[in-house]
T-cell receptor
Framework: ETGVTQTPRHLVMGMTNKKSLKCEQH?????MYWYKQSAKKPLELMFV???????ENNSVPSRFSPECPNSSHLFLHLHTLQPEDSALYLC??????????????FGEGSRLTVL | GESVGLHLPTLSVQEGDNSIINCAYS??????FIWYKQESGKGPQFIID?????DKRQGQRVTVLLNKTVKHLSLQIAATQPGDSAVYFC???????????FGPGTRLSVLP
């Protein structure tokens, strides 16, 4: 059982749908992340939030919209996605210390399929 | 975390043998490295880390070796067990974890 919980674990959506992925961390960390894991590519960083403030947006298309209402919760809102957005979306958290982000703790991921 | 569809390098080892998984990293300024294990249907899990001021670090049944000269990292697993079957990723970062860059991964398959 990890300290980072993601829901839903599986999601199938059409290109015109709007859906959201949810992440909750129970580790008391101050930083949260969204990563994308797709076939044939290494893990790609999408967004970083530190103390609920977005500190990094790694050139992600605007059809992905993150939200961090507090340091324990992170959402990824999805709208008008493309089939190539089908992937495993991983949430992670870490506890920054002394300017360093620290070790990442990952959730189990949300497997997204866009039809 | 599913890796189905990923055309990863695969290492097959006999149960009980030692495994060595290699990783070439790209940035000579990287100073902190982590090995993660990802089993089918799960997210990546931390195995062991090493800072650039070290060249070897040991954990329980695992050893990480760092060769900064050739920018090479390896993970050694002693007495490999069926439960070690997974995809293994190395991750490099500068500023001790400021931004992690992940390698493509290696699939370890343990044969009975």
């Amino acid at each position: 059982e990890t300290g980072v919980t993601q829901t839903p674990r599986h999601l199938v959506m059409g290109m015109t749908n709007k859906k959201s992925l949810k992440c909750e961390q129970h580790l008391g960390h101050n930083a949260m992340y969204w990563y994308k894991q797709s076939a044939k590519k290494p893990l790609e960083l999408m967004f970083v939030y530190s103390l609920e403030e977005r500190v990094e947006n790694n050139s992600v298309p605007s059809r992905f919209s993150p939200e961090c209402p507090n340091s324990s919760h992170l959402f990824l809102h999805l709208h008008t996605l493309q089939p190539e957005d089908s992937a495993l979306y991983l949430c992670a958290s870490s506890q920054p210390r002394g300017g360093r982000r620290g070790e990442l703790f990952f959730g189990e991921g949300s497997r997204l399929t866009v039809l | 975390g599913e890796s189905v569809g990923l055309h990863l390098p695969t290492l097959s080892v006999q149960e009980g043998d030692n495994s060595i998984i290699n990783c070439a990293y790209s940035n000579s300024a990287s100073d902190y490295f982590i090995w993660y294990k990802q089993e089918s249907g799960k997210g990546p899990q931390f195995i062991i880390d090493i800072r650039s001021n070290m060249d070897k670090r040991q954990g329980q049944r695992v050893t990480v070796l760092l060769n900064k000269t050739v920018k090479h990292l390896s993970l050694q697993i002693a007495a490999t067990q069926p439960g070690d079957s997974a995809v293994y990723f190395c991750a490099e970062s500068r500023n001790y974890g400021q931004n992690f860059v992940f390698g493509p991964g290696t699939r370890l398959s343990v044969l009975p």
